[in-house]
């Protein structure tokens, strides 16, 4: 097991924020964490990098996290944070060097060349390398900071919303490179809002609600009509198709 | 390119640095010519000009460099640490703090008795204010509260100065202490020097290490945690290297300003805003910059009574209002 969460529990303050959550993260595995606002989507994601702090067992392979340096965390796990907010004028190719300095690495080794020509494909990054981060869209920022954390080459990336503001054409291709990162035998735990996107994608859903997990499974066991409805409080229509299922809300209860 | 770039950068600001401190040495109320200058360095006996030489002009040179050095180099590590441009060495109150160290020993006369007292208070408070700021911040430290409680400090620090003007003893000492206050390099000795080394040593050993946290610290706080980057260990550096070098300078020059907002904001285009890469060359250009401002107070003269830390505020300040316009037009 890459990541475990046994009884996993977090506060803000006097309010309980997570409760008991249990969870594994195998190798090739894609997590999709859904639920709505406030659900303790991001909160699991920042306890188990261990921005926030919480009771129960992490751990990252055999270690627990209390145990792991922030050192050593940065090659277990690559996080994409919500915020997408870069302070200074750095270019999409500094970028992403950030990514790799971070694991020690050098940016004038060929090997690293080879990496960044890879991510900076792979995320069509092309035209906008030598752009200015803070000039570029919105989605080209997410983009580009997922090849930064791509450039960790840790086995788990952890990255919260990774679609939020991206167009259609870069979701799908977002998903491919999950995908193509799973073949390679990387992890991930997205969370994500929309179900369809989220069923195809995952191999593993996890549904929170109120800082519960309220299921967990493949994306047909965990997205049903009952589910969607006792825990968003709206209809779904479900189509079940060869490429998936395309489950849309349809109306608030 | 850029590690070509940087070493050019580099050099340049070393060699002007030195050509200043060249001048600095040759200038003053009796100019000295370079051969002269060389021979009194060379000259193993007492003469006037070697005494000049070793008794004034070299620790003030000395000083100059060192003092803008430090500041430009805390300037750029805070600006990286709180990811604000506007960021500079006073913002977290050591300066002020130890204004008012220095204030207490005037005030008190102490400084009669024990010459070296000033910086020594000077530097006690300084200390005590840079202990007192992650007390007051918090355990975790965020930029938020870091930059309110080095305002709280700073406020306070001034308040209890301006009451030391007000309850001054008498108008000579109020004057001394007005005096100190505006910043100067005027009759340091080497002995000011000695007191401060250990300090500022220490202070840009911490501040020198912060280059690959800050570098990840553009990303946001929790990618940089995420990045491997202690973000405890990075502000304890910085707050404490700051409180270090720049309480030391402060201590002996009194308040100097400016400098450690502006040689930053110089210098970031030059090494593409990248936070790492700016250390060493604001260091460099601090040192540049307030040698050359203490060369211009020479050149007025000692009948102008000109202070060091007046002349780089007015510089500084319209400076500054140009890079803010500069600024608002690439936005438009």
């Known amino acids: 097991m890459l990541l475990q969460l046994n009884n996993v529990s977090a506060n803000y303050g006097q309010r309980q924020v997570l409760s008991s959550i249990n969870l594994e993260i195998g190798r090739g595995e894609i997590v999709g964490l859904i639920g709505p606002n406030g659900s303790g989507k991001s909160t699991l994601m920042k306890a188990l990098v261990g921005l926030i702090p919480s009771c129960g067992e992490i751990s990252y392979g055999r270690q627990p996290l209390s145990s792991i340096s922030v050192k050593q965390l940065s090659r277990h796990v690559a996080y994409v944070a919500q915020e997408r907010d870069v302070a200074w004028d750095l270019t999409v190719e500094r970028v992403l060097a950030l990514g790799c300095e971070a694991v020690g690495g050098s940016v004038r080794t060929p090997k690293y060349k080879e990496q960044r020509k890879q991510i900076i494909k792979s995320l069509s990054l092309e035209t906008i390398r030598k752009s200015s981060i803070l000039q570029v869209s919105g989605g080209e920022k997410t983009r580009a900071l997922l090849g930064r954390a791509l450039m960790q080459k840790t086995p788990l990336i952890v990255a919260d919303e990774p679609t939020a503001g991206l167009d259609p054409e870069h979701q799908l291709e977002l998903s491919e490179i999950f995908q193509n990162l799973r073949e390679q035998g990387t992890s991930m735990l997205v969370s994500l809002h929309d179900w369809t996107y989220a069923a195809r994608l995952c191999t593993t859903l996890v549904m929170l609600k109120d800082g519960k997990v309220v299921a967990c499974g493949t994306p047909e066991q965990v997205l049903t009509q009952e589910r969607v409805q006792d825990v968003y409080r709206v209809s779904a229509q479900i189509v079940k198709t060869e490429q998936g299922p395309i489950i849309t809300p349809a109306a608030r209860l | ?332």
């Open chain 2, 1 to 332: 390119m850029k590690y070509t770039s940087d070493a050019v950068l580099i050099w340049a600001l070393s060699i002007i640095t030195a050509t200043l401190f060249l001048a600095s040495l040759m200038l003053g109320a009796a100019d000295l010519s370079l051969p002269q200058l060389i021979n009194a360095a060379l000259s193993t006996q007492d003469t006037p000009v070697s005494t000049v030489l070793w008794e004034i002009r070299v620790p003030r040179a000395l000083l100059g460099v060192i003092t803008g050095a430090t500041l430009g180099l805390s300037g750029a590590v805070l600006q990286g640490l709180l990811r604000n441009p506007l960021a500079e060495p006073g913002l977290i109150g050591v300066s002020s703090s130890a204004s008012l160290g220095a204030v207490i020993a005037i005030y008190t006369g102490i400084t009669l008795t024990m010459p070296f007292a000033l910086p020594i208070f000077a530097l006690a408070s300084a200390g005590i204010a840079a202990a007192l700021l992650p007390l007051l911040a918090g355990g975790r430290g965020q930029t938020l509260t870091l930059i309110l409680a080095g305002v709280a400090i700073s406020s306070i620090a001034t308040a209890l100065t301006s009451l030391a003007l007000n309850l001054s003893p008498n108008p000579f000492a109020a004057m001394e202490i007005v005096f100190w206050m505006l910043g100067s390099l005027n009759d340091r000795s080497m002995q000011h020097l000695y007191i401060i080394a250990p300090f500022i040593m220490v202070g840009w050993g911490l501040l020198f290490v912060t280059g690959k946290g800050l570098n990840a610290l553009s990303l946001g706080e929790e990618t940089a945690h995420t990045m491997g980057v202690s973000l405890p260990t990075l502000r304890f550096c910085a707050i404490a290297g700051t409180a270090a070098s720049v309480g030391a300078v402060t201590a002996v020059t009194g308040t100097i300003g400016f400098i450690g907002l502006i040689v930053p904001h110089l210098l970031r285009k030059m090494v593409d805003d990248e936070p790492a890469r700016l250390l060493l060359p604001s260091a460099l250009a601090g040192a540049c910059l307030l040698t050359l401002a203490d060369i211009a107070v020479k050149l007025f003269g000692p009948q102008s009574n000109l202070k060091l830390g007046v002349l780089t505020a007015l510089v500084g300040a319209p400076f500054f209002l140009w890079l803010i316009l500069k600024q608002r037009r690439a936005l438009i």
